[in-house]
């Protein structure tokens, strides 16, 4: 079984930084891939990054360039580095995990980020 929680989040100020944590706490099987994606009121839910085992990854346009994801893969964590954060980066952030077991992804509780301008 994975369980996953989230920490990092916060408010911050616009050109600030944040990190974000997610990690495993309850299996020891490996995951494939984990990523993050984030929702805001009123908008879509978005896909922000993607980080593969072997740390090929992958980001939206949005946050290219200003978000980092990397992975511990022993402890099955995924870690999203926030710079230059914009207001329009407010939402919760979701971690997933994905597994070679099921079709649907695990799901962290999600953490809050918030960008004050």
């Known amino acids: 079984q994975v369980q996953l929680v989230e920490s990092g989040g916060g408010l911050v100020q616009a050109g600030g930084s944040l990190r974000l944590s997610c990690a495993d706490s309850?299996?020891?099987?490996?995951?494939?891939?984990m990523g993050w994606y984030r929702q805001a009121p009123g908008k879509q839910r978005e896909l922000v990054a993607t980080?593969?085992?072997?740390?090929?990854?992958t980001y939206a346009d949005s946050v290219k360039g200003r978000f980092t994801i990397s992975r511990d893969n022993a402890k099955n964590t995924v870690y999203l580095q926030m710079n230059s954060l914009k207001p329009e980066d407010t939402a919760t952030y979701y971690c997933?995990?994905?597994?070679?077991?099921?079709?649907?992804?695990?799901w962290g509780q999600g953490t809050q980020v918030t960008v004050s301008s």
């Open positions: 997933y995990a994905k597994v070679p077991w099921r079709a649907t992804n695990y």
């Open positions: 980080i593969t085992s072997g740390r090929s990854t």
């Open positions: 309850g299996s020891t099987f490996s995951i494939n891939a």
